[in-house]
Nanobody, 128 residues
């Protein structure tokens, strides 16, 4: 079983930055492909934000965050990070960390059904 705990959310003004972290309890964190999703107020679906393969050099981003957000992982510390810059009110959402055990070193995923483990989420609110 893998346990994920997000932190770092909060209230920030438009144009500001936040850094989200996801602590992962897994004996072999490096065996998991990881991702960030978000769910905005009133939306039923979780939106893909970013994902990263087992090899940290391979990452993918949703169109709405490209150029503003950066995903990274520290396999030694079992931590996934999402650096969010130039935040916009439209980024307001609950942000979720997700994990799936992956046999592919360079494979990252972008759909919620691809992931097996989820955190409880952290709230990000961007004021205009």
């Amino acid at each position: 079983q893998v346990h994920l705990v997000e932190s770092g959310g909060g209230l920030v003004q438009a144009g500001g930055s936040l850094r989200l972290s996801c602590a992962v309890s897994a004996t072999t964190f490096s065996a998991y492909s990881m991702g960030w999703f978000r769910q905005a107020p009133g939306k039923e679906e979780r939106e893909f934000v970013a994902s990263i393969a087992r090899d940290p050099n391979f990452s993918y981003y949703g169109d709405s965050v490209k150029g503003r957000f950066t995903i990274a992982r520290d396999n030694a510390a079992n931590i996934l990070v999402l650096q969010m810059n130039n935040l916009e009110p439209e980024d307001t959402a609950v942000y979720y960390c997700a994990a799936v055990k992956s046999f592919g070193t360079f494979t990252a995923y972008a759909r919620t059904p691809d992931f097996d483990f989820w955190g409880q989420g952290t709230q990000v609110t961007v004021s205009s």
